[in-house]
């Protein structure tokens, strides 16, 4: 029950504290938790879990974006490691600047990062309507960081046992799914109505499932849908069309 409230309202965080950040300035230092949460949780956790189930804006991305998401492919360019560190650097380097040039100003410097988060609001709102809804977090800087530091820690940890896909989620079509995403449904919709014999797996209330789908994809965003064990990454109407026309004999 607590994964359903939190994908329903969460991303009510985000609205509100753009809102009350513009008239109380100071409030936008709070945005040091969603800035270091990512990070930290992936560190202590191996995964990027803040990502794909806490994040009010990815939460904001799944509920009221995907509404509104044109559903394209998105360029290769936006999730290539250059353009990842590229965008890293200029955010925290705005960062720095306006923090240092606010002098100890609470106020000045909690506006600081009030017009980040509005500016980075903006950028994931126009991509994710032309895209997927999910674009920004492809090139988040909290989720690259989560990420280099997930990749950091298994070159000083010891490995340790993944879970492995079973035989049954190696073949024919599986979509993971999680709770109170509409982005599910939608894709679950298109492979009924296309007539489609799937499995349904849904991450949140099955945590192995979630473990083996990073440990076989490397990822734990949903919807995810793998076809005789490949992940198709470019989740737009388009494609996935095509990519179940290929793979998958049509039912009658």
């Avoid at 329903?8 to 753009?18: D, G, K, R």
Wanted: hydrophobic share 50%; proline share 4%; with cysteine.
């Amino acid at each position: 029950m607590a994964v359903k409230t939190t994908r329903s309202y969460a991303w009510s965080i985000l609205v509100l504290f753009l809102i009350i950040g513009w008239i109380y300035p100071v409030v936008g230092i709070m945005a040091i938790i969603c800035m270091t949460a990512p990070v930290a949780v992936a560190l202590v956790s191996g995964k990027r879990k803040w990502c794909a189930m806490f994040c009010p804006r990815g939460i904001f991305n799944d509920v009221i974006l995907a509404k509104i998401s044109r559903r394209r492919k998105v360029p290769a360019i936006l999730t290539s490691n250059y353009f990842k560190t590229g965008f890293l650097i200029f955010l925290m380097a705005n960062l720095v600047v306006g923090i240092v040039n606010a002098r100890g100003d609470l106020t000045a410097i909690g506006f600081v990062f009030v017009r980040l988060v509005s500016l980075t609001t903006a950028i994931a709102i126009v991509l994710g309507y032309i895209y997927s809804q999910r674009t920004w977090c492809g090139f988040c800087p909290m989720g690259f960081l989560a990420t280099l530091g997930i990749k950091a820690g298994n070159l000083i940890r010891k490995p340790r046992r993944v879970p492995e896909l079973s035989q049954a989620q190696k073949q024919g079509v599986i979509l993971y799914t999680g709770e109170n995403c509409p982005a599910c449904d939608r894709v679950k919709e298109m492979l009924q109505r296309l007539k489609i014999v799937f499995q349904e797996i849904n991450i949140d209330r099955n945590k192995s499932a979630r473990d083996a789908l990073v440990a076989g994809h490397r990822s734990a965003a949903v919807p995810a849908l793998v076809v005789d064990g490949k992940l198709i990454k470019d989740m737009s109407d388009d494609n996935l069309q095509k990519q179940l026309a290929e793979n998958v004999r049509l039912a009658g």
